[in-house]
């Protein structure tokens, strides 16, 4: 079964910096695209950052300069690292696996970022 449980949420103000970490079991992340998104309130939900298993990565224009996706594939470990974060990145953030088709979401850390 697989699971991805996501940590490092919680409240900061602007600014300031968080790191997301998201723990994969169940799966191998050696041949999985992985990726961030995040949903608030009355948006759609948004594609952040993706890293594929050759540690290409992609950032939405929104973040870039300020976040970084990184993958320990020996320890099955995806992390956001966030810097300069704006009340406007306030979200639920998901870690989300794509591997061969077969997609699979964590259950998501609260990230709010106060004025």
């Known amino acids: 079964q697989v699971q991805l449980v996501e940590s490092g949420g919680g409240l900061v103000q602007a600014g300031g910096s968080l790191r997301l970490s998201c723990a994969a079991s169940?799966?191998?992340?050696?041949?999985?695209?992985m990726a961030w998104y995040r949903h608030a309130p009355g948006k759609e939900r948004e594609l952040v950052a993706g890293?594929?298993?050759?540690?290409?990565?992609h950032y939405a224009d929104s973040v870039k300069g300020r976040f970084t996706i990184s993958r320990d594939n020996a320890k099955n470990i995806v992390s956001l690292q966030m810097n300069s974060l704006k009340p406007e990145d306030t979200a639920v953030y998901y870690c989300?696996?794509?591997?061969?088709?077969?997609?699979?979401w964590g259950q998501g850390t609260q990230v709010t970022v106060s004025s």
């Open positions: 989300h696996a794509n591997r061969f088709g077969n997609e699979f």
């Open positions: 890293t594929s298993f050759a540690s290409l990565t």
């Open positions: 169940g799966i191998a992340l050696s041949r999985t695209f």
